[in-house]
């Protein structure tokens, strides 16, 4: 099983493992035994702009260093390696892409796909190669549904899959919606929300009622119920 029990990122950018036995700061400067709950603390690496992560199957922990332009991996014994990303800003794919600002991850078999706020894109690393491409959108902002190529977004920060597994589920921010990349259509809808901020429950869909400012974060319950962060509404959504 993973070594990682769980996982959140604090603020001021650190890691930390919520565990039954106590919470464990995994990396980032602000990991310290003042700063944790009662139980085993232990640093085992620093990521300066941790933001958003994941843990495949084998224990390896993905975390954004958003600050720093790049995705790093984080090993069982605590090894911090460089997966993509040059340090510096920009919109290059390959095996010296760049990144600009990165934040949330999602990871399907072996690929790890990345939402780059400031590229207003949606980028895939293959982990066996290191090999980064754009999925859709970038670089230029906008709200345009269609094609993998025609998309728009305007600076998205979370991505999750959901019950179907070809399906990348972006929270679009700046857009104040929620987007669906269909992988195997090559396609992006959007699913809630529009550009315009609101607090609003309603229909779904691109011409539906329900409206969103600023969407943070996402997340599946069992039931295969989406759940939305409305940050700046300081509110839950389903």
Known sequence: ?????????????????????????LVGPGCSAERALPGVVETVGE???????????????????????????????????????????????????TFSNPAGLALREGDLFVADFFNHAIRRIALDTGVVSTVAGGPDAGFVDGSLAEARFDRPVSVAFGTEPDVLYVLDAWNNAVRAVDLDERRVTTVAGRPEAGRRDGSAGADGEARFFR????????????????????TIRR
């Open 1 to 25: 099983s993973s070594p990682w029990c769980g996982g959140g990122v604090v603020p001021n950018g650190s890691v930390h493992r919520a565990a039954l036995c106590g919470l464990l700061c």
């Open 47 to 97: 990521v300066p702009g941790a933001s958003g992560l994941a843990v495949a199957a084998d224990g390896t922990l993905y975390v954004v260093d958003a600050v720093n332009h790049r995705v790093v991996s984080v090993d069982g014994s605590g090894e911090v390696s460089i997966v993509a990303g040059t340090g510096e800003a920009g919109f290059e794919d390959g095996e010296r892409a």
């Open 215 to 234: 969407p943070w974060d996402v997340a599946f319950a069992g039931d295969g119920s989406l759940f939305v962060t409305d940050n700046d509404n300081h």
